[in-house]
């Protein structure tokens, strides 16, 4: 069994990893957030310590780590605002242990050189969740355009709609300079998916950017991709609203539509079930996605010539 502890306990995605280190037979020992909103816990791990303050928490850690036959913390997972997932990683290995962290691991590239120098001071390791890599149609998908003419370019439609109340812009998520912007907070595991089943990027267009959506055009090694994200559930198409439905995932490869709206819910148990056998995605797996994003959310807007998604012709 192995000791977690989970930083940023009270944020939307932090219960996945708890059930995560549950269903894979560990322990999560200590969590930390500034805000007290935590009951979530009670269902996973009712007895694990819990501080509001971070120099508290710190000290609990570094308490565990040396005493004789304590229960020393061996992983601590990141579920915090994306703009210090880069301190806290740093944290995580100078506390003697390995770090889980949620996408988007950095917001700009660089921030990778910085940490690959740290694992090399320390000996621990960054594991990042790229949970699309682990996803049964995600993998199907890649392993049968493998089989494929390796020579010729598919068309890739992407479109990704999660609505989100007017509470989004008011947080965090809504600053792009703590987010990195929509294309990062909810494109980069797709900009990931992207890169890793067609190969490297090659031409990155912006033809629109605002707080609540953007889209573009990228092409890859073995793919040319329209791209669509959003928030605006005006966005999500009149019949999927019909059904009381407000988010919509699609992509299509050559006119042919890809399933992978369901087999989301054991993605992040999955990654954690590599990660623990040895076989996570370090920092230089993420390092194509998040170059990708940051060109993004700094690039100039091209006119709607050429290919660019269906979507926005609304």
């Given amino acids: 069994m192995k000791n977690f502890a989970l930083i940023g306990a009270a944020g939307y995605i932090a219960p996945r990893h708890m059930q995560a280190i549950k269903a894979t037979g560990n322990a999560l020992v200590a969590a930390l957030d500034p805000n007290d909103s935590v009951g979530i816990i009670d269902s996973h791990f009712p007895g694990a310590e819990f501080f509001t303050?971070?120099?508290?928490?710190?000290?609990?850690?570094?308490?565990?780590?040396?005493?004789?036959?304590?229960?020393?913390?061996?992983?601590?997972?990141?579920?915090?605002?994306?703009?210090?997932?880069?301190?806290?990683?740093?944290?995580?290995?100078?506390?003697?242990?390995?770090?889980?962290?949620?996408?988007?691991?950095?917001?700009?590239?660089?921030?990778?050189?910085?940490?690959?120098?740290?694992?090399?001071?320390?000996?621990?390791?960054?594991n990042t969740i790229?949970?699309?890599?682990?996803?049964?149609?995600?993998?199907?998908?890649?392993?049968?355009?493998?089989?494929?003419?390796?020579?010729?370019?598919?068309?890739?439609?992407?479109?990704?709609?999660?609505?989100?109340?007017?509470?989004?812009?008011?947080?965090?998520?809504?600053?792009?300079?703590?987010?990195?912007?929509?294309?990062?907070?909810?494109?980069?595991?797709?900009?990931?998916?992207?890169?890793?089943?067609?190969?490297?990027?090659?031409?990155?267009?912006?033809?629109?950017?605002?707080?609540?959506?953007?889209?573009?055009?990228?092409?890859?090694?073995?793919?040319?991709?329209?791209?669509?994200?959003?928030?605006?559930?005006?966005?999500?198409?009149?019949p999927v609203r019909a059904k009381g439905q407000c988010t919509f995932r699609s992509i299509t490869v050559d006119d042919e539509e890809i399933e992978f709206s369901g087999g989301f819910a054991d993605l992040h148990t999955r990654s954690y079930e590599e990660i623990l056998a040895g076989r996570g995605f370090g920092l230089e797996d993420s390092r194509e996605a998040i170059t990708t994003v940051a060109a993004i959310r700094n690039a100039s807007i091209a006119p709607l010539l050429g290919d660019y998604h269906p979507f926005l012709k609304k």
């Fill in 130 to 238: 790229l949970q699309l890599r682990v996803h049964p149609s995600i993998v199907a998908m890649r392993k049968s355009l493998q089989c494929k003419k390796r020579d010729t370019k598919h068309d890739v439609d992407l479109a990704y709609i999660t609505s989100r109340g007017r509470w989004y812009l008011q947080s965090w998520k809504g600053d792009a300079r703590k987010s990195g912007g929509i294309a990062t907070n909810i494109g980069v595991h797709f900009f990931d998916m992207l890169h890793y089943i067609f190969g490297d990027l090659q031409q990155n267009i912006v033809h629109h950017a605002s707080e609540t959506k953007a889209a573009g055009y990228l092409e890859y090694e073995h793919a040319r991709v329209r791209w669509f994200l959003s928030v605006d559930i005006e966005d999500v198409p009149a």
């Fill in 53 to 126: 303050e971070f120099e508290r928490f710190d000290r609990h850690l570094d308490k565990m780590r040396r005493k004789a036959g304590g229960r020393r913390v061996d992983y601590v997972s990141i579920c915090s605002p994306n703009y210090l997932h880069d301190s806290h990683m740093r944290f995580a290995l100078r506390s003697d242990a390995d770090a889980v962290c949620e996408k988007p691991l950095v917001l700009n590239p660089w921030n990778i050189d910085g940490l690959l120098d740290i694992e090399r001071d320390t000996g621990h390791r960054v």
